[in-house]
């Protein structure tokens, strides 16, 4: 993630921290597996910036002073912690959003959170928050997407990937929304909640892991360092 003065990652066992993405620094060895970071700015009910990162056994690692240092916790049970997502909802309130197992934990501040039961036989892999529709996203290991305005109702929506992938990342950029899947697919769509997905045609053999955007391309990452990117939606 980007902080405003620095980027901060997280991987299979430590934090690292960079102001130019070039020269990197750990501040942190025991932060276990990781699977997912988000950023808060502050913003409502959450005064002070967050940098907050999931992962196995339930665990959170938790940032007030921009990646320097982190402080550990538990989100929920025992069950990993696949990504985390942060929104500002209204104008007087903020929430981070994780996934687990089949569920959403919710959280004002990153630390004290509750338990939002989302569905059951499958995995939520991937979560965004999509400032245009403002919507949390939620997209799992059977193609199906579920989302929610307030981060305590979710909706399955009615527009599904094929139930044989697994959505390994979803993000809303450019008015759009764009996943990733384990077979190395892209799908896009306009409105989660209105408009199927389109699968965007180009041959790939590995799994895709994430997708971003710079402001004028996305960029998709997947096995064996591969790379593909796309000016819009193409």
């Known amino acids: 993630v980007w902080t405003g003065t620095a980027f901060v990652a997280t991987g299979s066992s430590q934090a690292i921290r960079s102001t130019d993405g070039i020269n990197w620094t750990t501040t942190s060895s025991s932060m276990g597996t990781a699977n997912g970071i988000a950023y808060s700015p502050g913003s409502g009910s959450l005064p002070g910036a967050v940098v907050l990162a999931v ?52 959280s004002p501040e990153g630390t004290t959170w509750t338990l939002r039961s989302v569905a059951t036989g499958l995995t939520l892999n991937s979560i965004t928050w999509a400032s245009g529709p403002n919507l949390f996203v939620a997209g799992s290991s059977i193609g199906s997407f579920y989302y929610s305005a307030n981060g305590t109702t979710w909706t399955l929506s009615s527009f599904s990937l094929p139930v044989s992938v697994t959505v390994t990342k979803i993000i809303y950029e450019n008015s759009l929304y764009v996943a990733v899947t384990n077979a190395g697919t892209v799908y896009t769509t306009p409105n989660i909640t209105t408009t199927g997905w389109t699968q965007r045609v180009f041959s790939t053999p590995a799994a895709l892991n994430t997708v971003a955007w710079n402001g004028t391309t996305f960029l998709a990452m997947g096995l064996g360092a591969a790379t593909y990117t796309s000016p819009g939606v193409s």
Not at 68 to 75: A, E, P, Q, Y
Not at 76 to 86: E, H, L, P
């Open 55 to 106: 992962g196995a056994s339930a665990a959170y690692r938790r940032s007030t002073n921009d990646g320097l240092s982190f402080t550990s916790g538990t989100v929920g049970g025992s069950s990993t912690n696949y990504a985390v997502a942060w929104a500002p909802i209204g104008a007087s309130a903020s929430l981070f959003a994780v996934t687990s197992g089949s569920n959403v934990y919710t």
